[in-house]
């Protein structure tokens, strides 16, 4: 599993940074991707990479604001003419997703030709899509803001091959077999087959949030502590506290204060400004802890279990 940011810019795009979106590479896990946001350029963006936009199964919206749906209309459109065809798309997002989308489609005259299925979401709840559980909670911004908490479903324990050979049993397809199964017998003797399975291995979680102030309220932090990897807007970087809370966005420092007493594998910070130079957000990453990060269009992070990371 990977994310990878296909908008790392806040509010107007500049030619570094397009506006917000990013993608969870969930093609191992369960075959699709997982789109966050969908900044205008979109399209675009993904022509950049290898994405294929028929994988594309699940979307999550934080917000209305137009930086991270302009280019959702679009998106959806150009989806059946890419290997969509047919193939179910399901869009989760705040209220009034469901009519912008419907009057954009009847005034343009767009017609998909794929299920489109759209769910507007509420605070506090939570999705499950194939292999994750998806937290919902509302964050605060100037118009609802929601924070995505995806939960990958805990895997089977690896097999304890050492132990099989210590009962004769040697590695071949056999091993499958018994992995599959909850007894198997060796040699006209029945065995349990989860003594022969070690611990289950937890699924990572991946916090996503829209736009918002610092929220330390002790539900929220413990919502998204312990996670493997946590995106969170820093539009302000340069000790802009007051600034940042009276325009309802964050500041780099506050967010990093905001996280001391939970743990996170990785903290990529993105919506950045272009009214800061690229000079001094290269400089500003290199002082920052080693799994602390300033997203750019097209970073890459792979999510692992457990994950510390370092630059
Ligand atoms: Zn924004
Ligand atoms: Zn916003």
């Given at each position: 599993m990977?994310?990878t940011v296909?908008?790392?810019?806040?509010?107007?795009p500049?030619?570094k940074?397009n506006t917000?979106?990013?993608i969870?590479?969930?093609i191992?896990?369960?075959?699709?991707y997982?789109?966050?946001d969908?900044g205008?350029a979109l399209?675009h963006?993904?022509?950049?990479?290898?994405?294929?936009?028929?994988k594309i199964k699940?979307?999550?919206?934080?917000?209305?604001?137009?930086?991270h749906?302009?280019g959702l209309p679009?998106f959806?459109s150009s989806r059946?003419?890419?290997?969509?065809?047919?193939l179910?798309?399901?869009?989760?997002?705040?209220?009034g997703?469901?009519?912008w989308?419907?009057?954009?489609?009847?005034?343009?005259c767009s017609?998909l030709n794929?299920p489109?299925?759209i769910?507007?979401?509420?605070?506090n709840?939570q999705?499950?899509?194939?292999?994750?559980k998806v937290?919902?909670?509302?964050?605060?911004?100037?118009?609802?803001?929601?924070?995505?908490v995806?939960?990958?479903?805990?895997k089977?324990g690896?097999l304890?091959?050492?132990?099989?050979?210590?009962i004769?049993?040697k590695?071949?397809p056999?091993?499958?077999?018994?992995k599959?199964?909850?007894?198997?017998?060796?040699?006209?003797?029945?065995?349990n087959?989860?003594?022969f399975?070690?611990p289950?291995?937890?699924g990572?979680?991946i916090s996503?949030h829209?736009?918002?102030r610092?929220?330390s309220?002790?539900?929220y932090l413990s919502?998204?502590?312990?996670?493997?990897?946590?995106v969170?807007?820093?539009?302000?970087l340069d000790n802009?506290?007051?600034k940042a809370?009276?325009y309802?966005?964050s500041?780099?420092s506050?967010v990093?204060n905001?996280?001391?007493?939970i743990s996170y594998?990785?903290?990529?910070?993105?919506h950045?400004?272009?009214r800061?130079e690229?000079?001094?957000l290269?400089?500003?990453d290199?002082?920052l802890?080693?799994?602390?990060?300033?997203?750019?269009?097209f970073f890459?992070?792979?999510?692992?279990?457990?994950?510390q990371?370092?630059?």
């Open positions: 990977q994310l296909l908008g790392s810019g806040a509010g107007l500049s030619k940074r917000q979106s990013y969870l590479d969930a191992d896990e369960s075959n699709q997982i789109l966050i969908a205008e399209q963006q993904i022509l950049h990479t290898n994405i294929k936009p028929s699940n979307i999550f919206i934080t917000h209305m604001h137009g930086d749906i302009y679009g959806l059946a003419h890419q290997g969509g065809e047919n179910p798309l399901t869009i989760y997002g705040p209220k997703l469901k009519e989308l419907k009057v954009t489609f009847e005034i343009s017609r794929y489109l299925n769910i507007e979401v509420e605070h709840t999705i499950e899509i194939d292999k994750f937290d919902v909670h509302l964050l605060d911004h100037t118009i609802d803001s929601y924070l995505y995806f939960r990958e479903e805990n089977k690896a304890n091959t050492e132990k099989l050979k210590e004769g049993i590695p071949g056999i091993y499958a077999d018994i599959n199964s909850s007894v198997f017998e060796y040699e006209g003797i029945s065995y087959t989860e003594d399975i070690g289950e291995i937890k990572r979680k996503i829209g736009d918002t610092i929220v309220d002790s539900e919502l998204i502590d312990s996670s493997d990897l946590i969170h807007e820093a539009t302000y802009e506290n007051e809370h009276q309802f966005h500041e780099i506050g990093l905001n996280f001391n007493d594998g990785h903290l990529l910070l993105s950045l400004s272009n800061y690229e000079e001094f290269l400089r500003l290199g002082e802890p080693p799994n602390v990060y300033l997203a750019h269009d890459q992070l792979p999510i692992l279990h457990n994950s990371g370092s630059k």
